[in-house]
């Protein structure tokens, strides 16, 4: 998620979720190319497994980019073909291009082509008018020819006119049966399913379904839902608990703050870790009051645990 997933967020995801495969902010292709790609792809070891999303409508521009990072160790490219946002739209990629079933098979065979890591897709179930499940299919069809044998789909399709990206998180009614019904049909391709999932019994239905779950903006703004999960799925879980996991995110914070890096951009990331807890709201209130100010240090968050 752009603005949210970045490495500050991905380090903090994986002190609570050791299992996990943990996704990049939607990087363009002609951002990597063209700009600071190592800024861009940083990350530290402890992330993995790590996939680096991309965006873009150009087949060798985005083999180049994938090139680049499969070179700095990511494990999965994922196309991203579900992003609604205008500016993406206009720049010829996200859910526009869902669209262009063809182009997107092209894109992928030329990315199948520059890296030996696998190369996914991410889509929704249609954009506008062009939603029966009829042309979805025909999308997975055209699409796996070009190689792609792993699909997240967004389960509602995206409206391109007259829809914010926020409401295209919310408005389009969700439709998991779809998703369900495409692994039946393609039984041999690998099916993650994404889109309003906030609780653990949720998961756990839906892999009864489908090869995978994702969670995007729950595991932000709740990030324990992941231990949680990690608990019920996992038989080597380790027992954590929310301040041992803080703790562990301070030398991190000491190290970045070292670094010329504000306080801010990793304090923010924590707001939802006591989420539903007695002290939540006063914790999220001493971090956003102080943790954006000049100069602030690790202080800020050992203040705030006063209230958790």
Not at 194 to 218: C, F, P
């Amino acid at each position: 998620m752009m603005a949210w997933t970045d490495r500050h967020e991905r380090y903090f995801l994986r002190l609570i979720s050791p299992h996990a495969k943990l996704y990049t902010e939607m990087v363009t292709a002609a951002a990597l190319l063209h700009g600071d790609a190592a800024a861009l792809l940083a990350f530290d070891p402890s992330e993995q497994p790590l996939a680096l999303q991309l965006g873009g409508s150009e087949p060798q521009q985005l083999a180049a980019a994938a090139r680049l990072g499969a070179a700095a160790g990511y494990q999965e490219i994922n196309l991203n073909v579900g992003c609604p946002s205008p500016r993406v739209s206009r720049g010829r990629f996200g859910a526009c291009l869902m669209q262009e079933p063809q182009l997107v098979a092209d894109c992928v065979a030329a990315m199948r082509a520059a890296v030996d890591v696998p190369v996914t897709v991410k889509c929704r179930l249609g954009v506008d008018e062009l939603d029966s499940y009829a042309a979805l299919v025909d999308f997975i069809t055209t699409v796996q020819r070009g190689g792609c044998d792993t699909f997240i789909v967004h389960a509602r399709k995206a409206w391109l006119q007259g829809l914010s990206p926020k409401q295209n998180r919310d408005v389009p009614p969700l439709d998991y049966a779809r998703v369900y019904q495409l692994k039946q049909d393609f039984p041999q391709l690998t099916f993650i399913i994404n889109g309003g999932i906030r609780t653990v019994a949720e998961v756990r239905t839906h892999l009864q379904q489908v090869d995978g779950v994702m969670l995007g903006r729950e595991a932000y703004h709740n990030p324990w839902i992941l231990a949680e999960i990690e608990a019920e799925l996992f038989t080597d879980a380790r027992e954590l608990t929310r301040h041992a996991v803080l703790i562990s995110f301070l030398p991190y914070i000491e190290a970045m703050l070292a670094a010329g890096i504000r306080l801010s951009a990793m304090s923010r990331h924590l707001l939802g870790l006591f989420q539903g807890l007695p002290g939540s709201r006063r914790w999220r209130r001493h971090i956003s009051e102080h943790g954006h100010r000049a100069g602030a240090g690790i202080e800020v968050i050992i203040g705030a645990m006063q209230y958790v």
